[in-house]
């Protein structure tokens, strides 16, 4: 589960979340991502950015793991090209990077 962020209702309507909590028009709340419903989320802006993940390593050749999105990566080489085919659990990723740099 992800952590709470803040969140601002770009919206002159109000919303009752998940939790039941009604949320009024322009206020700021924190919420995890899971707590909005998906049909208010283009409705919704983070106050606070996410932290984008570094590289997770970078083996022989260039090759390097970069974050897709939570607990998802890509193996891109040293121009930013993805490698892999479709989004991979960081195990796979890390298998695909070592077959890489041999």
Do not use: C
């Amino acid at each position: 589960m992800s952590e709470k962020r803040q969140w601002k209702l770009l919206s002159n309507k109000s919303f009752r979340m998940v939790s039941g909590r009604i949320i009024k028009p322009n206020q700021v709340f924190e919420a995890t991502e899971e707590e909005i419903p998906k049909a208010f989320r283009d409705l919704i802006v983070p106050m606070t950015p996410v932290p984008e993940e570094p590289a997770l390593e970078v083996a022989p050749g260039g090759y390097s793991i970069m974050s897709r999105g939570p607990g998802w990566y890509d193996v891109v080489d040293a121009h930013g090209k993805v490698v892999n085919e479709g989004a991979l659990r960081q195990a796979d990723a890390q298998k695909l990077l070592g077959d890489l740099g041999k």
